[in-house]
Nanobody
């Protein structure tokens, strides 16, 4: 089971840190991604990191603002989101897959709302 947390309300320009904790399976061997979906918009892949953090990818829309990381000892993946803007408003999901951008196991999402 994957459980995302850390969402909430934020003002433009501020930061939030999302966490994704896994229970029942070991994340070490899985690529982990964050996807998001905003009302009326297609689901978007935000960022991915492979099992040993050697390969990391970002969507162009978040590059330079978001940072993905993982702590395999804690079985947890993080998404540090800086310089938030209203277009970042969405439900954020953590996802496990066999490779970057491959979505096989989805966790429950966490809502992020950016507004002034």
């Amino acid at each position: 089971q994957l459980q995302a947390s850390g969402g909430g309300s934020a003002q433009p320009g501020s930061s939030l840190r999302l966490s994704c904790a896994a229970s029942g399976f070991n994340l070490d061997y899985w690529a982990m991604c964050w996807f998001r979906q905003a009302p009326g918009r297609e689901r978007e892949g935000v960022s991915c990191i492979d099992g040993n953090a050697n390969n990391i990818a970002y969507a162009d829309t978040v590059k330079g603002r978001f940072t993905i990381s993982r702590d395999n000892a804690k079985n947890t993946v993080y998404l540090q989101m800086n310089s938030l803007n209203p277009e970042d408003t969405a439900v954020y999901y953590c996802v496990a897959g066999e490779d970057l951008w491959v979505s096989q196991y989805w966790g429950k999402g966490t809502q992020v709302t950016v507004s002034s």
